[in-house]
């Protein structure tokens, strides 16, 4: 959705709001694809800030099915994003040109891209369905949260390795 700023860039005091369904699937992360599954309205309001230069306000809450990092199962996850940022007309841009040229087109502001921003620059660092995930079985893949699966999970002490082989050479069968 395009929203025309070239009337509130030159228009002082003047604010424009306005509302639209959102229009994301599903969002693309690190080269992954990943389902919305609940979407609410997107709520955006402009207004202007100085000669050239407008403050967009943007919120929206959806819900992405990602993935857990330690058994790979699917979590919910809420984005509720609300967005305050400062724009400025092309001829005022300067250094922000090319910040804002993701999500600037001319005098018009792309509201998705700059969801698809803030989503990107909000995105957990680490992935859980719960807070005590066991993560998957490094022998047979069984995802642990389901019960134990009876593997041999002893791993040596790396320090140990050379004292295990010479262990392991003067062994009599």
């Avoid at 959705?1 to 009337?7: A, E, K, P, Q, S």
């Avoid at 790396?158 to 262990?167: G, L, N, Q, T, Y």
Wanted: aromatic share 6%; with cysteine.
């Amino acid at each position: 959705m395009l929203v025309d700023l070239t009337d509130v860039f030159t228009s002082e005091g003047m604010a424009v709001a306005g509302e639209a369904s959102c229009g994301f699937t599903e969002l693309k992360y690190e080269g992954m694809s990943y389902p919305v599954k609940e979407s609410g309205k997107v709520f955006w309001r402009v207004a202007n800030a100085a000669p050239g230069k407008v403050l967009a306000e943007v919120s929206v809450k959806l819900t992405a099915l990602l993935v857990c990092d330690r058994c790979l199962g699917e979590v919910e996850y809420p984005f509720d994003l609300r967005i305050v940022r400062e724009v400025s007309s092309p001829e005022e841009a300067g250094e922000e040109a090319e910040e804002q040229g993701m999500f600037m087109e001319g005098c018009s502001l792309h509201v998705e891209h700059l969801i698809e921003n803030e989503i990107m620059t909000s995105w957990p660092m680490k992935v859980l369905c719960r807070s005590d995930c066991r993560g998957l079985c490094p022998v047979c893949g069984k995802d642990l949260n389901m019960g134990a699966c009876g593997c041999d999970t002893f791993v040596p002490d790396p320090r140990m390795a050379a004292i295990m082989d010479v262990f392991n050479a003067n062994k009599e069968v």
